[in-house]
């Protein structure tokens, strides 16, 4: 492994400029962070200050194995994420993801430049997917049927083995891709891709369409797949103001209404042991709902646009972690405190 300081120096910035900041807080409230993102966060403090190197250098000798941190967040950051230095495309990148592919900690990013990218977390290119002929917007890592994959979304939905090998692309969208998904419905393998054109759209692991929903009334720009009350489901948010919940087969649950802007990355998760569904929107704040659709608390501390989400852990303690556009991290404990 590669020591503290040629990490720090190899690894590069966050793409938005306040993003150092947000990391601090992290460091100074003790988050343990998810170890397949751990070098990712370290890299992002290639700064030339000391202050931040210094805050790099405790992170890293405090982080441990523990994985309290869903790294969920990741998966809807969009054009805000962040990639190693060297590594970037050469249109920018667009979504950004991690995870394991052949036993190794990956990151996976989709490109204005019509490609999808998987690196180690050095940097170093282990392979591109060059298929996609748009921008690719949204990716995501994960299992599908036992194999581990990574998934891109441009204008169609593109599925890579974990050599970078094609394995299947589907063409129903008639729109971009905002968001991709990985996980199980029904008691099978799936993908889901939210859309542009308003859709949410769910496949099989072979790329079969399974179905799909047109229940939003605007841009579909976050979604997530998880457990509801012993139920596998599907959340969603969208342009039109609106968190949405289907059943496995596509049934509309409930829609959450109380966000009056833009709702952007949307998390499933427990808190206190509960089930909950949280969201993040344009108006600068953070949403949480029980399993019925009922809102528990709503986060008004972000000053700007709320982007991605997560439900985890710090210290044992359940927890929701929110980006905010400014830069800054919130984390409220599962009663909605600020902490």
Do not use: C
């Not at 249109?91 to 690196?119: C, F, Q, R």
């Not at 049927?145 to 008639?174: F, I, Q, R, T």
């Not at 496949?203 to 929903?213: E, F, Q, S």
């Not at 969201?279 to 709902?289: C, D, K, P």
């Amino acid at each position: 492994m590669a020591s503290t300081d040629e990490l720090i120096d190899q690894l590069g910035s966050f793409w938005k400029s306040k993003r150092e900041d947000a990391i601090d807080r992290l460091v100074e409230k003790g988050v343990k962070e998810p170890k397949n993102v751990v070098p990712t966060l370290i890299g992002a403090l290639n700064h030339k200050k000391e202050k931040v190197r210094d805050n790099a250098r405790t992170a890293y000798e405090r982080l441990s194995n523990q994985v309290d941190v869903v790294p969920a967040i990741m998966r809807s950051m969009g054009e805000s994420g962040f990639l190693p230095k060297g590594a970037a495309p050469t249109g920018g990148a667009g979504g950004v993801a991690v995870g394991e592919l052949d036993g190794k900690d990956v990151i996976a990013s989709g490109s204005l430049d019509t490609n999808v990218y998987v690196m180690d977390t050095m940097g170093t290119q282990l392979w591109r997917g060059r298929e996609p002929e748009n921008e690719v917007k949204a990716v995501a890592v994960g299992k599908i049927n036992g194999k581990e994959v990574v998934v891109g979304g441009g204008l169609d939905v593109y599925v890579w083995n974990a050599k970078g090998e094609l394995l299947w692309k589907a063409s129903d969208p008639s729109q971009p891709i905002n968001a991709i998904a990985i996980g199980k419905l029904g008691g099978i393998d799936v993908v889901a891709a939210g859309s542009a054109d308003r859709n949410v759209y769910v496949w099989d692991g072979y790329g079969k369409l399974l179905w799909a929903v047109t229940d939003a009334e605007g841009d579909i720009n976050g979604i997530d797949i998880g457990e509801i009350a012993g139920y596998q489901v599907i959340a969603a948010g969208s342009s039109d103001h609106k968190v949405y919940m289907w059943d496995a087969y596509g049934r509309l649950l409930w829609t959450g209404e109380d966000p009056f802007r833009e709702v952007f990355g949307v998390a499933l998760g427990k808190l206190g042991g509960k089930e909950v569904v949280v969201a993040g929107s344009a108006e600068g704040r953070v949403y949480v709902w029980d399993q019925s659709g009922e809102i528990i608390w709503i986060g008004k501390e972000p000053d700007s646009t709320v982007g991605g989400v997560a439900v985890g852990k710090i210290k044992g303690q359940d927890i929701v972690l929110a980006e905010a556009e400014s830069g800054e991290v919130y984390v409220w404990d599962q009663d909605g405190n600020l902490l």
